[in-house]
């Protein structure tokens, strides 16, 4: 039951971790569930998904675009995401910037990071990170408070941590950094399989939807 596996997982993440719930290819019904038992934030993969859930889902709730997002649907869902896990690149700043400003919102963003540098894979590159955030700066309605990885493709569970520890390091040193208009918060790593070893490393958000839902047809 989705009420006894968010007990469960709230029961074993330690406090200062947060909890997203992983929703694709779930409905609104048990995205109300995992409300009601006490998670207060939803990951959504596809900006179709979210508009057919979003306006059917009651409870209180934050919602984090966890997705490859594409430039031309940012205006469809500016106004419902509360922090957007998945920037990477230049193109997808700015249009997420210029649709902010339009409504005179400052919207929190994650930087993806393709950790592994897998050439299929979307998510900014790893010596390329610092100097992506830096250039951020431009973007008054932008504001960058962590990085996302979703890690390698071909790994899970233990195999994960090495690259979970060089995403410690790239976070401790973008931190240091003290850039403007950055608000280093957030590194968000770790799936149901993985997220042990990820908080483990440092992760403080954990997106997790087997866990919480059960198995899924698709991703
Ligand atoms: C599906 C998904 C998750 C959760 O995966 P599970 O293995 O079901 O926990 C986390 N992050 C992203 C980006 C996802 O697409």
């Not at 594409?70 to 998945?86: A, G, H, L, P």
């Not at 050439?119 to 010596?127: E, I, L, N, P, Q």
């Not at 490393?201 to 198995?215: C, D, P």
Request: charged residues 30%; glycine residues 6%.
């Amino acid at each position: 039951m989705i009420k006894d596996n968010v007990k469960a997982l709230f029961a074993q993440l330690p406090a200062g971790v947060e909890l997203v719930a992983a929703v694709k290819a779930r409905d609104a019904s048990e995205i109300s569930e995992a409300a009601k038992a006490g998670v207060r934030i939803m990951g959504e993969n596809y900006v179709q998904d979210l508009l057919r859930v979003y306006y059917s889902v009651k409870e209180p709730i934050l919602w984090h675009f966890i997705g490859h997002l594409q430039t031309n649907k940012v205006r469809q869902i500016v106004d419902k995401i509360d922090m957007i896990e998945t920037l990477d690149s230049m193109r997808l700043a700015k249009e997420i910037d210029k649709r902010c400003a339009a409504m005179g919102k400052v919207m929190p963003v994650l930087v993806e990071i393709n950790i592994a540098e897998e050439s299929a894979k979307t998510g900014v590159h790893f010596d390329d990170a610092a100097d992506f955030v830096r250039s951020l700066k431009v973007y008054k309605n932008i504001r960058v408070e962590g990085l996302m990885t979703m890690g390698p493709r071909t790994a899970s569970g233990e195999k994960m941590r090495p690259y979970f520890k060089k995403m410690k390091e790239l976070f401790e040193k973008i931190k240091k950094q003290g850039l403007e208009g950055v608000d280093m918060k957030y590194l968000s790593m770790g799936m149901t399989s993985s997220y042990v070893a990820a908080v483990e490393e440092g992760a403080n958000l954990v997106r997790i939807g087997t866990k919480i839902f059960g198995e899924r047809n698709y991703d």
